[in-house]
């Protein structure tokens, strides 16, 4: 249970802070009045049930947990994870929740804290609203501040590319919360790299054609929107955990110590990340393609994979195109005729292909052009 009382301590713990000082109290109170949430875990766990219609349509596959169960008995857990949909924190947390994990405090965007849904993440969920895009000092002071002492007490689950990828590439990461984190100079808190690939993403249509993000929407839009799409819609995910990283020898005012670890934790991040089916056709199918020469081409693709080495979902260019042919056909992003494959709805089949561009290199994907 993340109380009222517990809250309490890390607004008393920010406001001695001798950063917070400099700054007007009014001002500090408001931000810290938006940061205070409290997680009733039992009512969180119950959401599983009106959600159901949705979450049952997400076959959940959970790789190395058993690292993240060994890490949260002796640590403070920082959760790193790449952010694909608005399923991710459900389908994580399930995850998490089915193997005996404590839950952790999920960092989101203030654009999830109105209406019915604010009222879940302040009072039930206990997630964590930020400002992403704030430059105001004394909001990432309070920010920073708050997260250092909530993570003497919580485990954390962050997003640290800031939001979806709206055009299917891992995204660079954005630091501030994990510098906040590492201000904690929790003794023994560690970073525990996570992945999150689906088959099919919920709203792939929205974030395909939007290209990248514009402008903060309402989540309701967006809620309506994944609505829509769930229809007729089925998908793996694949939740892949990563061997803890230490932070015992990170110096959190060393901007260096910083820039290492946050290349690191990227680069692990991407190699834990599922490579599946329809990532592998999508990336390889050009306009119009006969099968054997598309299997031929993932084949080429699979071999470039296996030296980094990759975390491959398929063996060969024959099994992807089996499974990937009537996932994407039915989403209406190719069409086959006979032994032909056809691109038919090429922005989403590039958003699809451009989540595989961190693990292939620029020569890589140029050869394969040709």
């Known amino acids: 249970m993340y109380s009222a009382n517990v809250v309490q301590e890390i607004v008393d713990a920010v406001l001695s802070s001798k950063e917070i000082q400099r700054y007007p109290h009014r001002q500090i109170y408001t931000y810290l009045e938006e940061l205070s949430t409290n997680q009733w875990y039992p009512a969180y766990r119950a959401l599983r049930h009106p959600l159901y219609p949705i979450l049952r349509k997400i076959e959940r596959h959970a790789e190395h947990v058993e690292l993240a169960q060994q890490a949260t008995q002796t640590n403070h857990v920082i959760y790193v994870s790449n952010h694909k949909s608005h399923m991710d924190y459900l389908v994580q947390l399930l995850v998490l929740d089915e193997h005996g994990i404590r839950p952790p405090i999920i960092a989101a965007g203030i654009n999830l804290f109105n209406g019915l849904m604010g009222i879940l993440n302040r009072h039930v969920t206990g997630a964590l609203p930020v400002r992403r895009n704030s430059r105001d ?21 962050l997003y640290p590319e800031g939001g979806r990828s709206y055009n299917g590439e891992f995204k660079p990461l954005k630091t501030g919360l994990l510098q906040g984190a590492l201000q904690s100079r929790e003794a023994n808190l560690v970073i525990v790299p996570v992945a999150i690939a689906y088959d099919l993403v919920l709203e792939d249509q929205v974030l395909a054609r939007q290209g990248k993000k514009r402008r903060q929407r309402p989540f309701a839009t967006e809620l309506a929107e994944m609505v829509r799409y769930a229809v007729g819609y089925e998908s793996r995910g694949f939740i892949t955990f990563g061997t803890p990283i230490s932070l ?12 290492l670890l946050t290349r690191h934790t990227r680069d692990v991040m991407g190699r834990l990340y599922k490579v599946l089916p329809t990532a592998l056709l999508s990336a390889a199918l050009r306009p119009s393609m006969l099968r054997q020469d598309l299997e031929a081409r993932i084949d080429k693709m699979l071999e470039a994979l296996r030296s980094i080495p990759a975390n491959l979902g398929v063996e060969n260019g024959y099994e992807a195109v089996e499974q990937a ?14 032994s032909r494959y056809r691109v038919r709805d090429r922005h989403v089949l590039r958003y699809y292909g451009r989540t595989l561009n961190h693990l292939l290199t620029h020569r ?4 394969l052009m040709h």
Request: net charge negative; aromatic share 8%; charged share 25%.
């Open 248 to 259: 015992s020898n990170v110096d959190p005012e060393s901007p260096r110590d910083f820039v």
């Open 325 to 338: 042919t009537e996932v994407l056909v039915a989403r209406g992003v190719i069409v086959v005729e006979g």
């Open 364 to 367: 890589t994907r140029t050869s």
């Open 137 to 157: 000092p004394a909001y990432l002071a309070t920010l920073r501040a708050y997260v250092a002492e909530l993570v003497h007490r919580r485990d954390l689950f």
